[in-house]
């Protein structure tokens, strides 16, 4: 079957085109890095597995990204963040940063802990990828505004935000919070590690920001109708 | 292989070949004696995280010990060279032996790093007592002070046995205690570099001495600093060979086995070794000629990177001192992945589970 539809498999745009749309033909799949999926034996799998492994066989797989890895310690989001933070293409730089963050965390965290009395010590939380997911939940807002023109003028307008939208935005951010609000002398994974642990603890301008936008959105409740989406 | 049930914790002060793999605490009222300098930074900050200093008894360290108490004091000194691959744990059984070595009621020489004295010097004075020879009041000074810190009890024990003059007014007259030498040293930082040549050379002459002898202790890492180039230049931009540093000269003497009662245990470092290739690591790659030449005959102590059981030791280590946080790296999947990535390297591990 294979054989036959190669024919078909002629390098094709879409008829609109984005500058970062994928140009793969729709017809390839996505490649499947996880190695637990392919150790389950042919008994367990469900039947949507099943078809999922013949469909494998039979059709073409994108290639994967440099990023992606089947190691068990790949973290989708903090791939997502790593590259958020990378500039002119320097992963190296980026990623070094975000290392030295999450040792930085781990390091005031578990000496917290040693010092802590037996009591207190199941409070704190010293998994600093943890506390990175925590921190970033408690900076995503809930609630968006857009600008809406109506009558000549604009109004900013509350909407509902996608998932990735919201992710998008606490990653932004901290970011933007970490470059511009810190002093010269301090470097970037310092200053990331006090954020996300004062994020993780609900406090600090990054969660500041979040509460302003929200309080903008509950403002400006009587525009809402203007939506018409 | 005995596989432990969770890293064991020894404390006695002399390990034998059944701790090997074990971790010993050292007590933190040593660590601001024996430890002012010397230890590798990341332990440091290990050493402050977990509020404890632990170290594990490997192989190299053992047969340094062992050598140490059955060699024969009162013949020309014995010189150990660690040697051995980047991050394969040489600093870390210098400081171990320095430690076995302090306990016992050695004097302790410890030389943190001697690359430290070929770069990156601030202030070069010409010697006042040799014409061509160039002085580090600065690197001089701290080193003292150091030195004080680490050998307290000798200092007001041993008495000098010649006058030194340093200028027209001052001098330290025979018979005075080595504690006032170093205190002037201190605190006079011109001729702190000469104060130090002369320190070097009385523990030398006292060393093997049979009223009040002591056994001292020479304890240099980076070794290979002293044979190479430097990077420091005089004032016409010509390059300082290390001959003419006065601080390296009187280290190359007490190198020199013409003196008994006591050990020289040296480390080779790539790490901060000037002009050297980074795959560089054995004796004669970074010794070079000269070196190789002063430093043999040498105990030559190969130091490797974790065996299985030594592997072992320190994961459960980490997993106790709640350092492995990621839950996939508490797996056995984890475990496999560690070993593949860092090679049972000492030091990539410890970087690994670092951020994991």
Not at chain 1, 144 to 165: A, E, H, M, W
Not at chain 2, 282 to 304: A, C
Request: hydrophobic fraction near 35%; charged fraction near 25%; aromatic fraction near 10%.
């Amino acid at each position: 079957m294979a054989a036959s539809l190669t024919g078909l498999l002629k390098p094709w745009t879409p008829r609109v085109l984005l500058v970062r749309w994928s140009r793969y033909n729709p017809y390839y799949l996505e490649p499947g890095p996880r190695k637990e999926v392919y150790h389950i034996p042919e008994t367990e799998l469900t039947p949507e597995q099943k078809e999922e492994r013949e469909l494998k066989s039979v059709r073409p797989i994108k290639a994967a990204t440099n990023s992606v890895t089947s190691s068990v310690f790949n973290d989708p989001v903090l791939s997502k963040f790593v590259n958020m933070m990378m500039k002119d293409g320097d992963k190296i730089i980026a990623k070094g940063i975000i290392t030295q963050t999450l040792e930085n965390m781990k390091r005031k965290q578990v000496e917290k802990y040693h010092k802590a009395p037996e009591g207190k010590k199941a409070e704190i939380e010293c998994n600093p990828y943890a506390i990175f997911h925590q921190a970033l939940e408690n900076c995503k807002p809930v609630i968006g505004l857009t600008s809406i023109q109506k009558g000549g003028k604009f109004y900013q307008v509350p909407i509902p935000l996608t998932d990735n939208r919201r992710r998008f935005l606490a990653m932004k951010w901290m970011i933007t919070e970490c470059r511009d609000n810190k002093h010269r002398r301090t470097l970037m994974y310092e200053k990331l590690s006090q954020e996300l642990l004062a994020a993780f603890s609900k406090e600090g301008n990054v969660v500041k920001r979040k509460h302003e936008l929200h309080k903008m959105a509950e403002s400006n409740r009587a525009y809402a109708h203007y939506r018409w989406w | 292989m005995l596989l432990l049930a969770g890293p064991c914790f020894i404390f006695v002060a002399k390990p034998t070949e059944q701790h090997l793999g074990q971790y010993y605490t050292v007590p933190p009222s040593h660590f601001h004696t024996v430890f002012p300098h010397g230890l590798p930074p990341r332990y440091q900050q290990q050493v402050k995280t977990f509020n404890e200093g632990c170290v594990m008894v490997r192989q190299p360290a053992l047969e340094l010990i062992s050598h140490l108490k059955r060699a024969d004091y009162s013949k020309p000194t014995l010189r150990y060279l660690l040697y051995g691959v980047k991050g394969s744990g040489k600093t870390m059984s210098l400081c171990h032996t320095v430690h076995y070595c302090s306990t016992q009621g050695w004097l302790v020489l410890h030389i943190p790093d001697a690359h430290l004295w070929v770069k990156n010097c601030k202030e070069l004075l010409p010697s006042s007592y040799h014409a061509s020879r160039f002085d580090q009041p600065i690197q001089a000074s701290n080193w003292l002070r150091n030195f004080r810190t680490t050998n307290e009890h000798f200092l007001s024990k041993i008495k000098l046995r010649q006058r030194y003059v340093w200028t027209k007014r001052e001098s330290t007259e025979e018979g005075r205690p080595l504690g006032e030498l170093v205190d002037m040293g201190v605190s006079r930082v011109k001729s702190s570099s000469d104060v130090v040549g002369a320190v070097l050379k009385e523990l030398r002459l006292q060393a093997g001495g049979t009223e009040g002898g002591f056994r001292l202790a020479v304890a240099v890492d980076g070794v290979n600093g002293l044979w190479g180039r430097t990077t420091l230049k005089k004032e016409d931009k010509s390059p300082v060979a290390p001959e003419e540093l006065t601080l390296v000269h009187n280290l190359r003497k007490m190198i020199n086995n013409d003196w008994c009662g006591g050990a020289v245990i040296a480390t080779l470092s790539q790490t901060g070794s000037l002009y050297a290739p980074s795959s560089a690591y054995l004796p004669q790659e970074l010794l070079g000629e000269e070196g190789f030449d002063s430093m043999d005959p040498f105990v030559p102590v190969p130091v490797s990177l974790y065996s299985e059981k030594e592997f072992e030791s320190c994961y459960l280590y980490y997993l106790d001192r709640h350092w492995l946080q990621h839950p996939h790296s508490q797996t056995e999947e984890g475990k496999k992945e560690l070993i593949f990535l860092s090679n049972r390297n000492p030091s990539v591990l410890e970087r690994l589970c670092a951020f994991l």
